[in-house]
Every structure is written in C-alpha cells, then in structure tokens.
C-alpha cells in the first residue's frame, strides 16, 4: 500500500514538473506596429491592445477628461521629450496631438521644462499640469497650450519641491498637489491664484484623490525610509568626507539604529534608518480638508503587506478611488487592492489579483482605478501584464482582464467609454535598417506611448479577452522544456553595459555596415559566439540602465522605479544634496541599483539565492544607489556615499569591497584583474568552495570621452578594453578546477545607445562552458527574465516571479556531451587599445553617470 502511494506520489510530481509557462513568441523576432496589431515584445509576450490606439508622448503617467469628455489629456514624462498629448473629437472623429515642453537647456523665459503625472480639467477651456522637477503646476489652455496662471510650491519656506499628482474640487476651486520631494500635499485657491495652505502626508506621496463630499483628501504613500546625509557630507569633497561602500545593508539592526563607519576625514556615525513600517510608509494618509487653511492628516493606514516574513518589500500603495463609502488602493507591488471603509477608516478586506496556477508569484502591478457606478465595476490599470482589470465592485471578485497596450498606467471613464494610458506604447521597434541607422535613431528619442479608447465590454466578452490576456503573456502550460544537463553546478553571470546586438554582431550575422565594435573591435566576443553559443533573438526588458539593472536582478520595475526613471532620464528628477526637502535624498536619476523602495515582495535574485542558501559573490553590482558619487581617484570601488541609503542585505554580505563598480575613470582590465585575484584568494588557493553563482557587473563597453593619454584614443578604445577583460576572465575560469561544471552567460543591461535592424531591444547573449553547444545560435525570442529562469532551473530553484516563472528560457543552447577544453585569450588590436596603457586619468575630469541621456545621445550619433 505504501508502494503503491508512493507511485501515486510519484506521478503527480511529474505531472506538475511536465508543465511549464513560457512567452508564445516562439521564434518569432520582436515586432511594432502603429495600431498595436500583431505586436510581438522583447521577450516574447504579445499585445493585442483592444479598443482604437492613439501615439501619445513617452511614458505617460497621468490621464485625465475634460468635462463634455471632447478633451482627453496624458502627461507624458519622457524621457528627454516632456509632452502632454491631447486626444479629442471633432464632429465624431478622433484625433491626437502633442503639445511639447520646451527642452532643459532652451532659455525661453516661460521655463516649462518638463511634465510629471498630475492633470486635471477646470472646465473645458483650462487644464492643470504638473511640471515636476520645478516644483509649480502650470494652467494651460489645451486648445493652444499657451500659458494661463502658473501655481509655485516653492514658497512660505519650501524649495526644492517636486509636483506630481492634482486633485481639483470644482465646486470649490482648490486645486490639491502632491509634493513628493517635500512630503506634502498643497492647496491652492485657483480662483483668487493664491496658496492656502500645505500639510505633511507620508513618505513619497504619489497618488491622491478626494472624497466625493471632498471634505477629505486621500494620499497614497509608495516610500520606505527618509534618507539622511552621512554626518559632515559635502557634495564637492566626496573622497574625503562619503563612504567607500554603502553603510549597511537593509534589512539589518545597524539598518535600523545606526553604525560608526570610516571616512578619509574620520570616523562618522551613519544614522540609522528606523522601522520599514512606520505609518508613513507604504500608506494611506487621510487628510480632513474641511478647512483648507488647515488641513490636518487624521489617519495613515498601512496597505498591502508590511515588509517582513512574508514580504522583502513594501506594498507601493499606487492608486486611489473614493466611492460609495468606501477606499480602493491598488498594492502594486503585493498584487492587490486594499478596501477601506471611509467612516471608521479601517481596511476591510484585500483582494488578490493572482494568475491562475501562477498564484504564488507577483508581476501583476495594478496602479490606476476608475469606476462605472451603472455596472458597479472598477478597472484596473495593471502594468505588469498589459492589461485592464474588472472588477465586482458589490462582491469584490475579479471579473476578468481586457488587453491594453504596453504596460498601462491610468484607466478612466466617460460614461462607457474607457480610456488607457499605456506608459510604453506598442514598444519601439528597429532604429536601423540594414543600411544604417533610421532618422532619430537614439532609442530614447523614438519612446511613444498611446491611449486605449473604447466601449466597456459586456460581461459576456470577459472570457474570450481574459484567455487573450493569458495567451498574450504565456499563462497558458505548455510542454517542460528540454533538461538541464546536470553536470552544470556553477553559474557565471557577466554583465556589461548598453550594446545592441547588430553594432557588435552585425558583421557575421548580416548587417555589416550596422557592426561598429565588430570583430576587429571585439575579437574574444566573436571568438566566444563562434566556440559555443548566441542567440540572434534575445533582447533587454529595459529602455535604460535603471530597468536593465533592475531586471538582471530579478527585481521588475515597480511603479516608483519606472515612474522615477521615466522623469529622471531627462534630468528631470534629480538628486540633491544639500537640500531640505527629504524626498529628494530619494531621487536616484539614473543610478540603477535596487534601493529599499524598489523592494518587491519577493525580493531580488539576492534574496531569492539567499533564502534557498545557495552560496554567491558578488562583483560590481548593486552599487549605483542615489547620490552616488563616481569621480576620479575613488579606487578600489570607484563610489563614495553620502548617505545612509542601503544595499540588499544579502549582496551587502556578499558583494566584493575592492572590485569597482561603474565608473569609467577605471578601467575594466583593473576589474580583471581584481576578479582573478580575489577568486584565487579566496577560493582557489585556501581549497574552499567556489560559491554557486558569481555575478560580474564589466561596464566599460558603456564608453566614455576619448582619453588618449589613458589609453583610450576612441570611444572604440573603452569597447576593446571591456572585450580584452573579458577574454582574461573566461580564459581564467576556463583554467579553473570548477570549469567542468561552470557555465558562463555574458550580457548587457540595455541596448540604448546603439542601433539594430529587428528591434532596438535587441541585445547581446553569450554563452560558454563545457555543456553548451558548440557553434549554436539561439533562435527563441526570449530576455532578462529567461536568463534568470535558465540559472533558477539550473541551480534547482524555483521561479522568483511571473516573468521569469513564463519566460522562455536558454536551453535550447545546452547539450548533454561536454567538451572541456578550455579558452584562450586573443589578442587586442593595440591601433584600438593597449591595456597595459590603460590607466585611471592623470588630469581627472568627471566620468559620465552610468547613463546621461545627452552624452549617450552624442556617442550614437555617427560621423
């Protein structure tokens, strides 16, 4: 009988592990179209968005209708192209058009710079709009866009404010704005053009919303922590007054209350970063706004799940809709919607958004609401898998999901007309053809987003669009992949920085006047691909290097973090210091490294590791935190911190001190060199074991200014330097006792400042080891999130998340025979580059930030 259950037993494991989730792409290249049609994704997900499509600007985050609901409006917050883009109906036909901002350097006395999230109708002639990085709302009229009144934040003893979110009472004539570098919301009189008042909310506000009876605004709270300068820290002497390394990791008791650490001026006491739970945190703040000379908060009400045991983040709290006495908050990194009861103000229930068999993992990322009082139904803008949510709003079930376009940010209603923001459009498409690069190549300049338009769908047509939704993302089971051999024991993750695959590759897979650091440029990338195996249809999730660092990590953007890039590419979300207005220590640009608030509730590939203790080191990466300071003369980690803003627990503990992190002051043969060493004294010579997974962050192929007399004549010299270490590592592991089990994948983070004829997306993978096909090329479309499944099945791990638990993986690249001779290291052109003049400068000036959207766009233009 116990034979017998255990055959039983037995069977269903196998059932369970002959299923599997993957993109449905197949072979298929990434592929754009205008209407949105047939679009296939980097990675494989598809889009059949339903409803009429409109290109709006890039990125938009707010939406809003004017009252004939003749007018809507999105604000598009770049980057680099701030825009509001007005859809409208004349005489039944609808059309679309931009009203641009001018640039950040233009000197035009009118100084609108930029556009962040906030929108909101006074009647049909006047729009309110947030501007962001300078702390005003401008009232336009959106037939023109010319200038009607602005409203400036920056006074009564506030600066550096940042507007985000509007909430307008009509019958008033208060206009309510979230300052999310300040912490607080401001009221306006619009009538008398005046300011009335302002109150503190919560840490990073980010979305509000009034009560129907609008004696009450409601704001939603998506920080952790407020950040704190390292005592003494001065922004124009960073050697010698930041740290080194960050000063703790998080979560940890010197997190918490503080630590002494080391300074080139002395030793400082970091101060510590208190509870992650605190009420204003991840909250609901509730403001009594009877009075709007006085507004007061009577109430945060912590949503989601608290960070803890079963959350490594917090519930970025993203969306808000007051109706019919009760509040709905949408939990965007939990997957969920908090119901509050708005008289006793308590949280009454949390509805799960889950996939089907998938009902363990998030990726969902539900932000904007809206409501259609007829049919009792909310909608809801989920992100994560480019859709639309309905909702019973009398049985809190959920009804089914509508396709949108690519990762919607705000739903809104006009009697059944539904309107969708999509931050991403219908994707970017190629910026090259075979003959070159396409006008506006720069794949920042060519970001679009679009509006959904179309009539509420019955709830009959929910199921046939619900199993699209499914369909479109690989929430369908499909057949297991082929095994993993299982001689493959270590795993080898190298990440380099913003190549395409055709610039690199270009010149042996049919695009040769596209190849720019072809083979003569990278001999040991070209040897690697033709020994062992690329793939010709892989691509970055990521427009850009905060994306790209989040992805490789596990760690999907959440709505903070692609909100904040969105903004910051442009240089207009910037980072402070000094300053009194706290948010802004919260402001990371374009440093890329998971902070705190990018925490999702199943933590990063760290955690993931860490909580199955499977053993990693860690080389460069996870460093790029706010305020980062990356100069000359910063070895051995190229950083110095200037505040008690920390790293991941798990990669504090395991992350290399002397190995540098993105800096191009130095170079990447130092970082090889650093690598072998520490992995000879650490592991090789004292015999202990290699840990299960080293991950190498190698980012000089970035390229920088021209340094001659450092050894980089070009910006090609950076790209042969970055090939060169990287022939050094592999040949050094290929040396290596732990070869025979070792497999080796090679990467970029994006492929933002190149150009490729499939798809701008398209990127580099290498892959190298004795268990991987000799002369293969991959042909499935896959990306990050596959890369991550590949490792996860190969060090017996379960999926971490929705993208990678229905990613396509790589083991179309793998075959059971090994071959276990090992590489040799070819030689650099020394015309491009001679390491052994390689050198940090000896006239420093500034290295770029890991990306500054004009020098990149300069290094893609071409002569």
Not at 284 to 290: I, P, Q, S, T, Y
Not at 448 to 474: E, K
């Amino acid at each position: 009988m116990i034979a017998r259950r255990c055959l039983v037993l037995a069977a269903a494991s196998a059932l369970v592990f002959a299923a599997d989730y993957r993109t449905p792409a197949g072979e298929r290249p990434a592929r754009r179209t205008e209407d949105g049609s047939g679009v296939i994704l980097p990675g494989g997900r598809l889009l059949s968005p339903y409803g009429a499509q409109y290109t709006t600007g890039p990125g938009p985050f707010g939406l809003a209708i004017s009252p004939s609901g003749r007018r809507i409006i999105t604000s598009n917050g770049g980057p680099d192209r701030y825009s509001l883009t007005i859809l409208e109906n004349a005489n039944g036909v609808w059309s679309a058009r931009t009203l641009h901002v001018h640039g950040k350097d233009d000197e035009d006395a009118d100084e609108w710079k930029s556009a962040f999230m906030g929108l909101a109708f006074d009647g049909e002639d006047a729009v309110y709009a947030s501007e962001g990085e300078s702390g005003q709302v401008r009232m336009l009229d959106p037939r023109t866009g010319s200038r009607i009144h602005r409203f400036n934040l920056n006074v009564a003893g506030f600066a550096d404010s940042y507007s985000g979110d509007l909430a307008f009472d009509a019958s008033r004539g208060i206009l309510y704005v979230v300052d999310q570098a300040n912490f607080r919301v401001v009221l306006f009189d619009v009538r008398a053009r005046r300011r009335l008042s302002s109150a503190r909310v919560g840490r990073l506000p980010f979305a509000i919303a009034l009560s129907p009876d609008g004696e009450r605004a409601y704001v939603t709270n998506v920080g952790m922590f407020e950040y704190k300068p390292i005592p003494g820290a001065d922004a124009s002497r960073p050697r010698e007054t930041g740290l080194p390394f960050p000063a703790f990791g998080f979560p940890s008791k010197e997190a918490r209350e503080g630590a002494r650490r080391e300074t080139q001026s002395g030793p400082v006491d970091v101060p510590g970063l208190g509870d992650p739970n605190t009420p204003a945190a991840n909250s609901v703040c509730v403001l009594d706004v009877r009075n709007p000379s006085a507004p007061k908060a009577i109430k945060f009400i912590r949503t989601g799940l608290p960070f803890g045991r079963r959350s490594s983040g917090g519930s970025a709290p993203a969306g808000l809709l007051a109706v019919d006495g009760r509040v709905f908050a949408t939990n965007s990194t939990n997957d969920s919607v908090s119901v509050i009861d708005a008289r006793t103000l308590v949280v009454t229930k949390e509805i799960p958004l889950r996939i089907p068999g998938l009902e363990n993992f998030r990726g969902v990322i539900p932000i904007g609401l809206a409501y259609h009082r007829g049919r009792r139904q909310i909608l809801i803008a989920e992100a994560g898998i480019n859709a639309v949510g309905v909702l019973d709003a009398t049985t809190l079930r959920l009804m089914g999901h509508i396709p949108a376009g690519w990762f919607p940010t705000r739903v809104a209603l006009d009697g059944d007309t539904v309107y969708v923001a999509n931050a991403k459009g219908h994707g970017i498409g190629p910026n090259a053809t075979l003959e070159g690069p396409k006008p506006r190549s720069f794949q920042l300049d060519r970001r679009r987003g679009s509006i959904s338009r179309y009539t509420l769908p019955p709830v009959s047509a929910l199921p046939a669009l619900t199993a699209r939704v499914m369909a479109n993302n690989g929430f369908t089971p499909a057949p297991a992949p082929p095994a993993i051999p299982p001689g493959m024991i270590h795993v080898v993750i190298i990440v380099k920085e913003n190549r395409t695959f055709d610039e690199v590759f270009g010149d042996v897979a049919g695009a040769p006047k596209l190849a720019r650091y072809g083979r003569r440029v990278t001999p040991n990338h070209h040897a690697i691909a033709a020994r062992w195996a690329m793939s010709d249809n892989f691509y970055a999730d990521s427009e850009v290097s905060v994306d790209g660092h989040h992805w490789l990590v596990g760690s999907y953007p959440n709505v903070w973090t692609e909100s904040t890039l969105m903004a910051a590419y442009g240089g207009a979300k910037t980072f402070r210091l000094p300053t009194a207005a706290p948010g802004r220590l919260s402001f990371p640009e374009s440093n890329s490294s998971v902070h705190p608030e990018d925490q999702l509730e199943a933590g990063t590939l760290w955690h993931h590791l860490d909580r199955r203790h499977v053993a990693f080191r860690n080389f460069g990466e996870g460093y790029e935190l706010a305020g980062v300071n990356e100069g000359e003369g910063l070895k051995p980690t190229g950083a110095r911190y200037l505040t008690n803003t920390p790293m991941p627990e798990p990669l504090y503990r395991n992350t290399s001190r002397n190995y540098a992190q993105f800096n191009m002051n130095i170079p990447d043969q130092l970082r090889a060199t650093q690598f072998i060493t520490e992995i000879e004294e650490l592991y090789h010579k004292p015999g202990k074991p290699l840990p299960k997974l080293l991950f190498i962050h190698l980012p000089n192929d970035h390229t920088a200014k021209p340094r001659p007399t450092d050894g980089y004549a070009t910006e090609a010299s950076y790209v042969a330097d970055n090939d060169y270490a990287l022939g050094r590592i592999l040949e050094y592991l290929s040396h290596s006792p732990w070869w025979r089990n070792m497999v080796v994948f090679i990467t970029e983070d994006d492929a933002q400042s190149g150009v490729d004829h499939v798809d701008a997306h398209r990127t580099i993978l290498l892959a190298a080891g004795p268990y991987v096909k000799r002369g293969c090329v991959a042909h499935q479309n896959a990306s990050f999130p596959g890369l991550l499944k590949t490792v996860f099945r190969i060090l017996h791990l379960p999926p971490l998340n929705l993208y990678d638990a229905a990613a396509t993986d790589l083991s179309e690249c793998f075959t059971s025979e090994p071959e276990f001779s090992p590489y040799t290291l070819l030689p650099v052109d020394p015309r491009i580059f001679d390491p052994a003049k390689a050198r940090e400068p000896l006239d420093p000036r500034p290295g770029p930030k890991i990306d500054d959207p004009a020098e990149l766009r300069r290094q893609h233009q071409r002569p």
